[in-house]
């Protein structure tokens, strides 16, 4: 099965400052890569996703890139807000070597904590 | 805006007794999912179903049992829960998977707590 390592887990900045979050996969395969917030007490929320025929993707202050050579994809967010203050998860799904029928399989990382502080 | 609707929000129930969480979501979406969040932990994947028809059994215990009556509701009926099965349950949807994974939507949850 996948396997998805996330660092680090937790993470304080001061407001304006960037915050990176990178996630670690084992299945070459994987094509696809999304990453959720969740605030306390609420639903993983996507906010923003990435395919494997692109090496970064960017939505306002929302960046992911990725390297599928090292396997690994990061999460950038950039002039942090307090309201950007969450759980933070990557997600890896089952590829297609395992034929097709996992692909509806995501194997989530263990999850960032990011505290911005005003 | 939450796109996917879960019931009930709050779930207390014995070790005894039946009960049922329910899913909807009007997406045209085609797959559907059911997850198990402990706290402080990412959610984790329990059942998929793809087309009406279950696609994935994560070796769920059997006192948790999957429905899809239509392509818009997912059901989970509960029985003879233990303690540990207290959860958030999170129901999600997406466009069925075809040659890649699609992204998924969830719900806010079922927090479900067992006596």
């Known amino acids: 099965g996948e396997n998805v390592e996330q660092h680090p887990s937790t993470l304080s900045v001061q407001e304006g400052d960037s915050a990176v979050i990178k996630c670690t996969y084992s299945?070459?395969?994987?094509?696809?890569f999304p990453w959720y917030k969740q605030e306390l007490g609420k639903r993983p929320q996507l906010i923003i996703d990435i395919r494997s025929n692109v090496g970064e993707k960017k939505d306002q202050r929302i960046a992911v890139t990725l390297n599928k050579t090292a396997k690994h994809f990061s999460l950038h967010i950039t002039e942090t807000q307090p309201e950007d203050s969450a759980v933070y998860f990557c997600a890896v799904p089952q590829g297609p070597g395992s034929g097709g029928t996992s692909y509806g399989k995501l194997t989530f990382g263990q999850g960032t904590i990011l505290t911005v502080h005003p | 805006d939450t796109e996917v609707t879960q019931t009930p929000k709050h779930l207390v129930m014995g070790m005894t007794n039946k009960k049922s969480l329910k899913c909807e979501q009007h997406?045209?979406?085609?797959?559907m999912y059911w997850y198990k969040q402990k706290a402080k932990k990412p959610p984790e994947l329990m059942f998929v179903y793809s087309y009406e028809k279950l696609s994935i059994n994560e070796s769920v215990p059997s006192r948790f049992s999957p429905e899809c009556p239509n392509s818009s509701l997912l059901n989970l009926h509960l029985h003879a829960l233990q303690p540990e099965d207290s959860a958030l349950y999170l129901c999600a949807s997406s466009t069925p998977p075809g040659q890649g994974a699609e992204p998924q939507h969830f719900g806010d949850g079922t927090r479900l707590s067992i006596l």
């Open positions: 299945d070459s395969a994987s094509n696809y």
């Open positions: 997406m045209g979406h085609r797959a």
